[in-house]
């Protein structure tokens, strides 16, 4: 005999079906074929080789992870004030990223990585007193987070895009009080994204699970398969979101989350030897419990677009997916990761990798 639901129970069910009925309709839905990733049922890319190297089923992406950026601290908010307004402004952050999508879908650029507790906004930093977190202590949700990244994702929807959405980031996993909290959250986020409808979305759990400044067990590299696991268990009308983790530059991908991933993700950061780059995806495929799958960088330093050789292009010449990291700093004309954010192509580093996206590409 089935227990009553309490009145508590029957309003949350009812909101739920209320939130799913009214999910609209998308347009862009991320799928995989074996090693190759497509979108609405097509490789990406279709039918796209560059120099002998074939591209269909890529997915070029950037890191672009402070989209949705506040910094909760007072003491530390000033950091990050617009040159022009000597203020900062999380809403204005989230328009001007919104309005520069379109045109790094024009390259060619497919994906693009945010996370709910971003990065480093002075680029690589050890201590991080800032508050850059959208999920509370107790492992919720903070509403004003979510509503600027449902407009990033309803945005990329309608270009076609992928979103590579992280929930964890070490020096704000802190934030979250205890492990419980942790999962928590991370059902709350997968279960937020299953309610709209969205299927642009992958989901990476935690950025470079194997960076030590992590507090708790369950996001680092023994366990974080657990977390992968549990978003593959979450579904809504038969439907789950495709799920991996990322390791730190120079890293490849352990047993337990090669097994557990749909892909697999990889850092080039401190890797300098673009062949350090060819052997790492040569050595992923190799791990234990590999099957045919994805394999991308969604994270390099490293740029050189112009020489023979360089990052990207081993990556791709593996058949391998890569992703551009530009720190920058706290400059509005300089990166992409430093807040303020200049989302165009402002420079001439972010020039010359969107050009050769579009190179490669054809777009």
Known sequence: MSTPLSRREFSIALAGLAEAKAAPARKTAVSIDADKFLINGRPTYQGRVWQGRRIEGLLLNSRMVQGIFDDLNPETRSRWAYPDTGRWDAERNTREFIAAMAEWRRHGLLAFTINLQGGSPEGYSKAQPWHNSGITEAGELRPEYMARLE??????????????????????????????????????????????????????????????????????????????????????????????????????????????????????????????????????????????MPVLFNEDDHFDFDQPSYNMLAAISEYCSWGY????????????????????LSTERKRAFFAKVKEVTGA
């Open 151 to 292: 407009r990033i994702l309803s945005r990329s929807d309608e270009l076609g895009m992928v979103v590579i959405l992280g929930i964890f980031y070490f020096g704000q996993d802190q934030r979250v009080r205890d492990e419980a909290a942790v999962i928590r959250a991370l059902d709350h986020a997968v279960d937020w994204v299953l309610e709209r409808g969205y299927t642009n979305v992958l989901i990476e759990v935690n950025n470079e699970c194997d960076v030590r400044a992590y507090d708790h067990a369950i996001l680092k590299p023994d366990r974080v398969h657990e977390l992968i696991g549990r978003v593959k268990a979450r579904r809504r009308g038969g439907r789950r979101l495709l799920v991996s983790t990322s390791y730190g530059g120079g890293a490849v991908p352990r047993e337990n989350v090669v097994r557990a991933s749909d892909f697999l993700l990889m850092h080039g950061n401190g890797v300098k030897d673009p062949a350090r780059i060819a052997a790492m995806v040569r050595e992923a495929r190799q791990v234990s419990g590999y099957r045919p």
């Open 325 to 344: 990291f530009d720190p920058g700093k706290n400059d509005y004309q300089d990166g992409y990761q430093c807040p303020p954010v200049n989302w165009g």
